[in-house]
């Protein structure tokens, strides 16, 4: 059980080293958006895809003893719906908050989303690969969901920072010549784009904690069958 233990968190870190890296290899990549069929998008896709297959086969192989072709089966098409989903909610985001010109909002809601998608990733694997029940008695995970939110409020007061610069530059700069010459919204573009990039360590170093701490929350509420 100690040995099981183990290997499940070298696979979780592993996994979270992977998901971080390609969060901030994919940041100036357009992400999985349907209709932008460029060679960012299907970059997107075949990294993503590859890592959500990879991650449901090893999980699959440390939680289920089956053959290994209709392991590795399952988890290329696990992979592929995770991928899916994934592509779904990015042309959501695509086609309502890419529209607007301050893309602080932009990244706030993919982070957000990103963190979504990880809850529902780690409960898929421990609930539907891993064959665990959650508890309904919740015991000792209150340090772990302390850690989570403090986590949540990190990256909200880098954004609300980064915010507040915005307005200010806006209330002091609006009205310049430079700015009226390029247009408010495409300022507030350029701008909010620059403060967007330097959230996105922040925010890697949130989702890949909040990833940690999801799978701790859930190692602790579920018992196997």
Do not use: H
């Not at 979270?16 to 290899?25: D, E, K, P, Q, Y």
């Not at 289920?64 to 779904?88: D, H, M, P, R």
């Not at 409960?123 to 772990?144: A, C, H, M, P």
Request: hydrophobic share 50%; proline share 1%.
């Amino acid at each position: 059980m100690e040995d099981q233990r183990k290997n499940e968190l070298a696979v979780i870190i592993a996994a979270t080293v992977a998901f971080g890296g390609f969060g901030r290899l994919l940041v100036r990549i357009p992400y999985m958006v349907f209709g932008d069929f460029s060679s960012g998008f299907f970059i997107s896709i075949a990294l993503w895809w590859v890592y959500n297959s990879v991650l449901f086969y090893v999980a699959g192989q440390m939680c289920v003893a089956e053959g290994n072709k209709k392991c590795i089966t399952k988890s290329i098409i696990f992979g592929f719906l995770a991928t899916l989903i994934k592509a779904v909610i990015d042309t959501c985001i695509d086609l309502t908050v890419a529209r607007q010109p301050n893309m602080l909002i932009l990244v706030a809601v993919m982070e957000i989303s990103m963190i979504l998608y990880i809850i529902g990733l780690d409960y898929f694997l421990f609930v539907k690969v891993g064959k665990r029940t959650i508890q309904k008695e919740k015991k000792g995970i209150t340090v772990l969901v302390s850690v989570f939110c403090s986590l949540l409020v990190l990256y909200a007061g880098t954004l609300f920072y980064y915010m507040k610069q915005v307005n200010y530059v806006v209330e002091r700069y609006g009205t310049s010549s430079m700015v009226q010459e390029v247009g408010l919204d495409n300022a507030i573009w350029k701008f909010t784009t620059t403060l967007g990039q330097r959230s996105t360590t922040v925010g890697m170093i949130v989702y890949v904690g909040c990833f940690i701490i999801i799978w701790w929350i859930l190692e602790k509420i579920s018992v196997e069958e």
